[in-house]
């Protein structure tokens, strides 16, 4: 809406409100300002709401059983109001890549909190089925597929982008869809796996997303992708606005998730996150490198199916506990120590991310 004021009002310098990097640092402002208002008055209607609040597994970490009982869930609600808000005010919305993004990051907002709603209202943790969660997901990211499909130019629609080897394109035709579906959904799911300690997942969703926000501001831009030998893809720089606004929104949900965490993200929260990290990717043409940056969540959703398909077939597991986090706390790690940790993984594989930029 901002992006409008030059052409309404006469005045130069309004001009400021058409630069992404201005209309980016006043997203991330607003986003942060929403939060830290509406943080502690969110708690409280949820803990009155709640009751019990969170279910907490009886087979997870003893430690777990007491010091979180009670703490209540769908935070992810802060954030989502807080990326809505500022991507409103300070985003272009008749750019079509921000109304993809906008719709994968809510719908899958949207499971997420009726998943959230049913573990509350029956406390217990069946919430919705896995084949609901992942038929419903799985229709999202097809939707988004052909969305940007059509979108995108002839010589990039359809078409796999390589990191590092320059102008390397496949043609994957309609099967760029499936692909989307498992990208869009994977980075959900792995995005709500990860979620399982204070403040575990949203930093590192909030590195990867300052990554993304690079690679879409870069990407949208025809002078630094020809000196970067990337693909162009007009109007994703806009994307950028949307990535300061998660991160705006991401700490000010972080300043009550803060160990000891004052609410919790819930799934409200983790596959909205991890939606919108697989649409930017789509979008960008970086899909691959979405690997390397949320290398992280790629591990910690491979820990699950390690272990589940490991012992249904041997009986035995692979891990003390998965997702991994998991395992590292029942040998004895400390939750601030994994957390922090964890934080310093996921910011060294963005850099590495970033880095195929110019590795051409």
Do not use: C
Not at 199 to 210: E, F, K, R, Y
Not at 240 to 249: C, E, K, Q, S, Y
């Amino acid at each position: 809406m901002f992006y409008m004021l030059p052409e309404w009002f006469d005045a130069g310098f309004l001009n400021l409100f058409q630069y992404i990097t201005f209309r980016s640092g006043g997203a991330f402002f607003t986003a942060l300002i929403f939060g830290f208002v509406f943080g502690q008055p969110l708690i409280n209607l949820l803990r009155r709401k709640q009751g019990n609040g969170q279910p907490i597994r009886e087979d997870g970490p003893e430690s777990h059983i007491l010091a979180k009982a009670g703490t209540p869930t769908m935070g992810g609600v802060l954030i989502l109001g807080a990326i809505l808000v500022s991507t409103l005010l300070w985003a272009r919305l008749d750019n079509g890549y921000v109304w993809m993004v906008l719709f994968v990051t809510y719908s899958f907002g949207l499971i997420g909190f009726w998943d959230d709603y049913l573990k509350v209202s029956q406390q217990n943790h069946k919430g919705v089925s896995g084949k609901v969660r992942l038929g419903l997901g799985f229709l999202i990211a097809a939707i988004a597929g052909l969305w940007v499909m059509q979108m995108q130019s002839d010589s990039l629609s359809g078409y796999l982008a390589f990191p590092v080897f320059k102008d390397a394109l496949l043609n994957l035709g309609f099967l760029y869809i499936p692909f989307v579906m498992i990208v869009i959904v994977g980075a959900a799911n792995a995005v709500n796996f990860t979620d399982g300690l204070d403040g575990l997942a949203v930093m590192p969703v909030m590195i990867a997303a300052a990554s993304f926000g690079i690679i879409a501001y870069l990407v949208g831009r025809t002078d630094f992708t020809e000196y970067l030998g990337v693909q162009y893809v007009e109007g994703t720089g806009e994307l950028t606005v949307f990535v300061a606004a998660l991160i705006g929104g991401g700490l000010g949900f972080l300043w009550y998730n803060a160990p000891p965490a004052a609410v919790f993200m819930g799934d409200t929260g983790s596959l909205a996150l991890g939606g919108a990290l697989g649409a930017i990717a789509v979008a960008t043409k970086h899909e691959i490198v979405l690997s390397i940056i949320g290398g992280l969540f790629v591990v910690e959703l491979l820990s699950v199916v390690i272990q589940v398909l490991y012992y249904k077939k041997t009986g035995k597991r692979v891990f003390l506990m998965a997702p991994i986090h998991h395992h590292f706390e029942k040998r004895g790690w400390g939750e601030s120590q994994i957390v922090i940790r964890f934080w310093i993984i996921s910011l060294i594989l963005a850099l590495i991310g970033l880095a195929t930029l110019k590795l051409r």
